[in-house]
């Protein structure tokens, strides 16, 4: 396992200096954000990242994420343009050193929630989703939703520039299903793994947040079917997923470590992220801190399945809470992140000892 910690680049409110002060910290995982989705990335930009990252002694192996732009999950003509930008953005990504590549195939949004600070009873306030709110509002409500509650902050998928587009979308994905979406992504694929196979980078396709059609999207990343699914779209081992405990276990029907146990998807997961989320009602889950007693996830069950399954590549904390009055990022604050990778370390040596 290797420790990892996604960072915003130099605008990111926690810096590179206090990451590496965090314990058994070894990674960075970040993107270029400032350029338009579909476009290719300068080699000035990733050489910058990844000297920033290096000179604070950090690692710089994952990035997190080359977008997919939108033509390619409609399966537009346009698309091979795209594909072909995407392929450019891997192999400059590969020369710099990067080994895995996090990315989604979410139609529209990349992740949804309805509250951005819903106060717990600690004090603490933490990113937050009720089905009964998004039931009754439309797309463009959630982005003025989203950028009221966001504290200044630019919300990765939820950019204030992007709602304009956003009901001309819907109406382009009106009639595209599951399974056509799972075959445009199919064709996505094929259209990468001959250059990821040449320059060894791990594609790995990150779960719905959360698992569950959204705004009558569909959602093809929910649930172990989905994986092996996606497994078999092609057989390169390059084509990999991302392990996001929060967004397939919003929905409760996922056994986690009996995903992870599946020797089909575990030989695929070629990064992971790991948060706990508790259930309130049917309706609402709010994300707590990472320890087990305080959400609905058994971490040790999932990190000791991590170890049997073999699992040796990069790691991160994913959301946390805002605590001790810290000013950040919705879920991207640095103390509770920190608090998670300390509870991480723990289980992950006391598994390991416990296992010889």
């Known amino acids: 396992m290797k420790l990892s910690f996604r960072w915003y680049g130099e605008d990111d409110k926690v810096t590179l200096e206090q990451i590496r002060q965090i314990p058994g910290m070894q990674a960075i995982v970040t993107a270029v954000y400032d350029v338009p989705v579909g476009e290719v990335w300068s080699r000035e930009s990733i050489a910058k990242l990844k000297k920033l990252t290096e000179d604070a002694g950090l690692a710089f192996e994952v990035i997190e994420s080359i977008p997919v732009h939108e033509d390619i999950k409609l399966g537009k003509p346009t698309r091979d343009r795209y594909i072909d930008n995407y392929c450019e953005n891997i192999r400059r990504v590969a020369e710099a050193g990067i080994k895995c590549v996090c990315y989604n195939f979410m139609p ?11 106060p717990l009873e600690d004090g603490s306030t933490a990113l937050a989703y009720d089905s009964s709110i998004i039931d009754g509002i439309d797309a463009s409500e959630m982005f003025d939703r989203i950028e009221k509650a966001s504290g200044g902050f630019v919300m990765p998928g939820w950019e204030p520039n992007r709602k304009a587009e956003i009901m001309e979308l819907f109406e382009k994905y009106k009639d595209v299903t ?9 064709y996505f694929l094929d259209g990468i793994m001959p250059v990821c196979e040449k320059y060894q980078i791990k594609m790995a396709v990150h779960p719905d947040d959360p698992a569950w059609d959204v705004f009558g999207l569909p959602r093809i990343v929910t649930c172990e079917e989905d994986l092996l699914k996606i497994a078999s779209l092609n057989d390169s081992i390059y084509n990999g997923f991302t392990f996001c405990t929060g967004s397939l276990g919003s929905n409760l029907n996922n056994d986690l470590p009996k995903i992870i146990r599946n020797p089909k998807i575990a030989e695929r997961i070629h990064f992971a992220h790991i948060r706990n989320i508790k259930y309130e009602n049917d309706d609402l889950f709010h994300e707590v801190s990472h320890l087990s007693s305080d959400g609905n996830f058994d971490m040790y069950e999932i990190i000791k399945a991590l170890i049997e399954m073999g699992f040796d590549g990069v790691i991160r904390p994913d959301h946390g809470r805002m605590i001790w009055d810290e000013q950040a990022r919705p879920g991207y604050g640095l103390y509770d992140r920190a608090l998670g990778v300390a509870y991480l370390n723990g289980l992950w040596e006391a598994i390991k000892k416990n296992s010889k």
């Open 108 to 118: 529209v949004f990349d992740w949804t929630r309805t509250d951005l600070a819903m």
């Open 178 to 186: 599951a399974d056509k979406l799972r075959e445009n992504f199919k």
